[in-house]
C-alpha cells in the first residue's frame, strides 16, 4: 500500500505527451540527518555521511520516468529509452518516429520501479531534475549538463565523471544510499541494523504458494503487511510476487520501512549508486531485488556492474538537496524523520 504518495498516483498513471510538453514530475523525499554520523563496520564501513540530504522516498517509478522521456526522448540521442522496457519491463511503450517519439506507461505498471536503465540513464534523469525538468532535445541544459556534466558520453568507463559542485539532484552517493537504508537515526553513531527494513532479522517474502512467508496469508496488493517484508526471491523459486508484474508497486510493505521512511530499499530492483567500486571502472549496485536472495539485502553486500549494463530487476532513486526550511528544523531538534512530497519545478 502506497505511502503518503496521495496525488501521484493520478500523476503518473498513463501518460502520453508531445516532447515538448511541460512535465510536473513529483519525487517523495525524506530527509536524512544526523550529519556526521560514524560509518557501519559491516564490510569496508559505509554510511558516514557529514551532511544532511534528502533521498528519495520510493524507487523512481516507471510513470515518473515516463514523463523525462516524453520531455527529452523525441529523438533520444542517448538511448534512454530500451525497447526491453515494453516487451519484458516495466510496459513503457514508444510510439511514432524520430524526432517526434512519444511514450506512454500501463497504467498499472506507473507506480512500479522503472527497469532496464543503466547508471548513464539515471544519471541523466538525475541532470533533468537538476535542471529543472526542462523539456527539449538531449544536451546542455537538459540532460547533459547539471549534476555531472556528461556531454554524450555512453561508454563503459567514465570515472572521471563525478557528482559536480552545487548540485541539486543526483543518483544517491553510496554513503547516501547506506546510510537511509540501514542506519538506526539515532544521532551520530555508527549503530547500524543488518537489513534496509529497520530490523536484524531476515525479511519476509511472497513464497511460491503467493502467500506471505510465515503466516499462510495471501499476498494481495493494497493489504496490510505484517512488518519485515520485502520483494525477493526467498525460496529460490517465483521471482518476487510472482507473474505478471513480479515488482510490488513503491511503498507496498507499508509497515517495512527504513528508519529513515524510505521504502524497497530491501527488494524490488537492485538501484545504482556513484560509487566506482574495486578499482574501476564499474559503478556501484545496492540492495535485494526481485530475483536474488536474503544475501543481497543485508548491508555487508556491495556488488557493481558495467555502467551501461540495463537489465530487468535494476532501477535507482535520487537524492536532493534539502530546503532551506527543512534544515531549519533539524536545528531545532524538529525532525526525526521528515516525509514530504514536492513538485520540482524551478
Not at 505484517?226 to 521471482?239: L, S
Request: hydrophobic share 30%; with cysteine; glycine share 16%.
Amino acid at each position: 500500500m502506497l505511502k503518503g504518495i496521495g496525488s501521484l498516483l493520478a500523476a503518473v498513471a498513463v501518460c502520453v505527451c508531445t516532447a515538448s510538453a511541460s512535465a510536473d514530475v513529483v519525487i517523495d523525499t525524506v530527509t536524512v540527518g544526523n550529519p556526521g554520523n560514524a560509518n557501519d563496520t559491516h564490510g569496508d564501513g559505509y554510511g558516514g555521511v557529514d551532511y544532511v540530504y534528502n533521498i528519495g522516498t520510493y524507487e523512481v517509478t516507471a510513470g515518473q520516468y515516463t514523463e523525462f522521456l516524453n520531455a527529452v526522448a523525441g529523438d533520444d540521442t542517448y538511448g534512454l529509452y530500451s525497447t526491453e522496457m515494453w516487451t519484458n519491463g516495466c510496459k513503457i511503450e514508444r510510439s511514432g518516429s524520430s524526432p517526434n517519439y512519444t511514450y506512454s506507461v500501463a497504467g498499472d505498471w506507473a507506480n512500479r520501479p522503472v527497469n532496464y536503465v543503466s547508471y548513464w540513464d539515471a544519471s541523466r534523469f538525475a541532470n533533468w531534475l537538476h535542471n529543472g525538468q526542462p523539456s527539449g532535445a538531449q544536451g546542455p541544459g537538459t540532460t547533459e549538463t547539471g549534476a555531472y556534466t556528461l556531454d554524450g558520453y555512453n561508454g563503459n568507463d567514465g570515472r572521471t565523471i563525478q557528482r559536480n559542485p552545487g548540485w541539486n539532484w543526483a543518483v544517491t552517493s553510496e554513503d547516501e544510499w547506506y546510510k537511509a537504508a540501514y542506519h538506526k537515526n539515532d544521532g551520530v553513531t555508527g549503530n547500524y541494523y543488518n537489513y534496509p527494513t529497520s530490523s536484524n532479522s531476515v525479511p519476509g517474502y511472497v513464497n511460491d504458494g503467493g502467500n506471505l512467508s510465515g503466516t499462510g496469508t495471501p499476498f494481495m496488493e493494497g493489504g496490510t503487511d505484517h512488518g519485515n517484508y520485502a520483494t525477493y526471491n526467498g525460496d529460490g523459486g517465483t521471482w518476487g510476487i510472482g507473474s505478471p508484474y513480479y515488482r510490488t508497486e513503491v511503498g507496498e510493505w507499508e509497515n517495512s520501512d527504513s528508519p529513515y521512511g524510505t521504502f524497497d530499499q530491501g527488494g524490488n530492483v537492485r538501484e545504482w549508486n556513484e560509487a566506482i567500486t574495486f578499482g574501476g571502472p564499474d559503478r556501484g549496485l545496492r540492495g535485494g531485488s526481485l530475483d536474488l536472495n536474503d544475501g543481497y539485502l543485508l548491508a555487508a553486500t556491495r556488488i557493481d556492474h558495467s555502467p551501461t549494463y540495463e537489465y530487468y530487476p535494476v532501477g535507482f532513486r535520487v537524492a536532493e538537496v534539502p530546503e532551506p526550511t527543512s534544515l531549519a528544523l533539524l536545528a531545532l531538534g524538529g525532525i526525526g524523520m521528515l516525509a514530504r512530497r514536492r513538485g520540482l519545478g524551478r
